[in-house]
């Protein structure tokens, strides 16, 4: 069965940080690059970032690079999205995907065609 269930959404004051967490199965998280996407209303699906299978490449979307990271447990199927110096701006439905490779690069280059599972989303809200 695969699977990626989001946590850890809420909702947080602007300057504020949350850390989001997405547990997968096997098959879902093992020799995979991992991303985290948001939707927010009225706007279509955005990239945020990916983190390569050894975790030892990362690429974000410029409206988050040096506030948010991402950081993923192999031995524990999870993949996690801390977000500092949160914005009014970043409130969205957040969702963490699976990618169809081990590598950032289909996902940086084609984000929506280089998923091939999707959880079902955390929603992050950011008061100001």
């Known amino acids: 069965q695969v699977q990626l269930v989001e946590s850890g959404g809420g909702l947080v004051q602007a300057g504020g940080s949350l850390r989001l967490s997405c547990a997968a199965s096997?098959?879902?998280?093992?020799?995979?690059?991992m991303g985290w996407f948001r939707q927010a209303p009225g706007k279509e699906r955005e990239f945020v970032g990916v983190i390569s299978w050894s975790g030892g490449i990362t690429y974000y979307a410029d409206s988050v690079k040096g506030r948010f990271t991402i950081s993923r447990d192999n031995a524990a199927n999870t993949v996690y999205l801390q977000m500092n110096s949160l914005k009014p701006e970043d409130t969205a439905v957040y969702y963490c995907?699976?990618?169809?490779?081990?590598?950032?690069?289909?996902?940086?280059?084609?984000?929506?065609?280089?998923?091939?599972?999707w959880g079902q989303g955390t929603q992050v809200t950011v008061a100001s």
């Open positions: 995907a699976a990618g169809r490779t081990s590598t950032t690069w289909p996902m940086r280059n084609n984000p929506q065609g280089a998923i091939d599972y």
């Open positions: 096997e098959r879902a998280f093992s020799n995979r690059a």
